[in-house]
């Protein structure tokens, strides 16, 4: 119950075209959602996060898209760039108190091609 | 500027050899932990310190440990290294319980660790 599940593993997409990465998760408890992006050799960065009170967020061309009742969420990356190229990695957790850990999906790798 | 900065970047040691990591942070955050990353898979979370308070995760390893001596430090301890503990070590601080809490995490560059 503590899982949450992360596909594609790997993607390929034109500059200029749309990724999409979905995560899954079965712990109604969790009210936090963040995705993190790491690039070779680095620690992960916080991207873009989602609480579920909200169906949608989006930030420059990053949008997080949530879905409740399917217990779903989804990154979508608009007008891809070869900059983009990086481990995402979705992640959830019961965001209060000292319990708050987050649990990783287990990652995707995108390139973006030129 | 670095604000979780993890010493060394890379570090090698022998098969049964004590080695230390080292995590500081600036943000003045309350909360450290300590993350296993392997090739391709998602970081692994080993334990966390919450103020002094000390959090272990239940499959990790009595190989192990950690000692936090003050907000700013924090030090992965592993006792006698195996050749399965090659990996990326993340630290990551954040901030619980305070007035600027986000949840969010913020994560270090990592200590990539190959054992001989």
């Known amino acids: 119950q503590q899982q949450v599940k992360q596909s594609p593993q790997s993607l390929i997409v034109q500059k200029g075209g749309i990724s999409i990465i979905n995560c899954a998760y079965e712990?109604?408890?969790?009210?936090?959602f963040p995705w993190y992006q790491q690039f070779p050799g680095k620690g992960p960065a916080l991207l873009i996060a989602?609480?579920?009170?909200?169906s949608e967020k989006k930030e420059g061309r990053f949008t997080i898209s949530f879905n409740k009742s399917a217990k779903q969420f989804s990154l979508h990356i608009m007008d891809s760039q070869p900059g983009d190229s990086a481990t995402y990695f979705c992640a959830a957790s019961i965001g209060s108190g000292n319990t708050g850990k987050l649990i990783f999906g287990q990652g995707t790798t995108l390139q973006v091609k030129p | 500027d670095a604000m979780v900065i993890q010493n060394p970047r890379y570090q090698v040691t022998q098969f049964g050899k004590p080695v230390t990591l080292s995590c500081s942070q600036t943000?003045?955050?309350?909360?450290m932990y300590w993350y296993q990353q392997k090739s391709s898979q998602a970081p692994k979370l080993l334990f966390h310190y919450y103020d002094k308070d000390f959090n272990n995760e239940a499959d990790t390893p009595d190989n192990f440990q950690s000692r936090r001596p003050n907000t700013s430090f924090c030090f992965l301890d592993i006792r006698s290294p195996g050749l399965g503990d090659a990996a990326m070590y993340l630290c990551?601080?954040?901030?619980?319980?305070?007035?600027?809490?986000?949840?969010?995490?913020?994560f270090g560059a990592g200590t990539r660790l190959s054992v001989l």
């Open positions: 943000l003045n955050h309350n909360v």
């Open positions: 712990n109604t408890a969790f009210d936090y």
């Open positions: 990551a601080t954040e901030s619980k319980g305070q007035a600027v809490a986000k949840n969010i995490q913020y």
């Open positions: 989602i609480r579920p009170d909200v």
